[in-house]
């Protein structure tokens, strides 16, 4: 089975400008989680979808992160304005049953901004 | 709340030899645990679990890792590593009732010298 996708793998913009990041889980999982690691930290959870519905969107940083789930398949993460801080690896994760771990992991967008 | 705390940022261990990754988490209710490995540009892989039952739990590439409750300790082991085994180790914890939010730990560099 193709395992989580995720692109681009890596996004260069400055400051003020919009990104948008794409998710494709596995087939049939209808759990989506967003995580993020700014450089030498902790991977944070960032929400976590099932099927369309935000189940938890607990770790947003602030609005001007925006995350779809359009017709529970993938997913996009919306960063506008993007700011300094916003850099790191953006991670995409999905699982087929919510209580079942373990969560299957995209590659990751490392998104910079400049 | 859950936190992990992983104890050493970069463990250089020479080909062979034995190496112990830390794990410390703190919980107020009982967890699962996990340890995922992330190679060089690729995502995270899950490396073993510790859902119930024994406390000495094995994964792949010759891990294993202990689940100490009384020290709520889940170090990682293995008794002789390969330059292969040069990664980003990530320990994690999720609650085993409710909540689907799973929270890692900083992460550990290996470094395995020839």
């Known amino acids: 089975e193709a395992g989580v996708t995720q692109f681009p793998s890596h996004s260069v913009i400055e400051k003020g400008q919009t990104v948008t990041l794409r998710c494709d889980p596995i087939s049939g999982h209808d759990n989506l989680y967003w995580y993020r690691r700014v450089m030498g930290k902790e991977i944070k959870f960032l929400l976590h979808f099932v099927k369309e519905s935000k189940q938890d969107e607990s770790g947003m940083p602030n609005n001007r992160f925006l995350a779809e789930r359009t017709g529970g398949t993938y997913s996009t993460l919306k960063v506008q304005p993007a700011e300094l801080e916003d850099s790191g690896v953006y991670f995409c994760?999905?699982?087929?049953?919510?209580?079942?771990?373990?969560?299957?992991f995209g590659n990751g967008t490392r998104l910079t901004v400049t | 709340a859950q936190s992990v705390t992983q104890l050493d940022s970069q463990v250089p261990v020479f080909e062979e030899a034995p190496v112990e990754l830390r794990c410390n988490y703190s919980s107020s209710v009982s967890v699962y645990l996990f340890w995922y490995v992330q190679y060089p540009n690729q995502g995270l892989q899950l490396l073993l679990k510790?859902?119930?039952?024994?406390?000495l739990v094995k994964g792949i590439n010759g891990f294993e890792a202990e689940f100490n409750k009384s020290q709520t300790s889940f170090h990682l082991r293995k008794p002789s590593v390969h330059i292969s085994d040069t990664a980003e180790y990530f320990c994690?914890?999720?609650?085993?009732?409710?909540?689907?939010?799973?929270?890692f730990g900083a992460g550990t560099r290996l470094f395995v010298k020839a």
């Open positions: 994760a999905s699982s087929q049953e919510a209580l079942r771990p373990p969560l299957h």
């Open positions: 994690a914890v999720r609650k085993n009732t409710g909540g689907f939010k799973t929270i």
């Open positions: 510790y859902l119930s039952g024994s406390t």
